[in-house]
């Protein structure tokens, strides 16, 4: 049963910061590689940054030194955070919170950057 459900998004200005949020209910994430994906309109899904169960990060080129994904693992449960500073219009998607080696998703949330 997929149990992860994201929060944060909306519309910000360009130079602008927003922080993403997701919660993972349940002890199978808590050994799981989680992760944030992205899908602008017309384009395919793509990796936005991937942290493992002990912390170690991957970040897609484009959001290098911009994005820092976080996790903090509770009992059951995990929060996964995407700090997400000095955005630009191209940042413009809906961003999904991943196990995706459980191949679980979230419901997505929309990230909206204007110019």
């Known amino acids: 049963q997929v149990q992860l459900v994201e929060s944060g998004g909306g519309l910000v200005q360009a130079g602008g910061s927003l922080r993403l949020s997701c919660t993972a209910s349940g002890s199978i994430y808590i050994r799981n590689l989680l992760g944030w994906y992205r899908q602008a309109p017309g384009k395919q899904r793509e990796l936005v940054a991937h942290?493992?169960?002990?912390?170690?990060?991957?970040?897609a080129d484009a959001v290098k030194g911009r994005f820092t994904i976080s996790r903090d693992n509770a009992k059951n449960t995990v929060t996964l955070t995407l700090q997400m500073n000095s955005l630009k219009p191209e940042d413009t998607a809906v961003y999904y919170c991943a196990a995706p080696l459980l191949r679980h998703w979230g419901q997505g949330t929309q990230v909206t950057v204007s110019s």
């Open positions: 942290i493992s169960s002990g912390g170690s990060t991957n970040y």
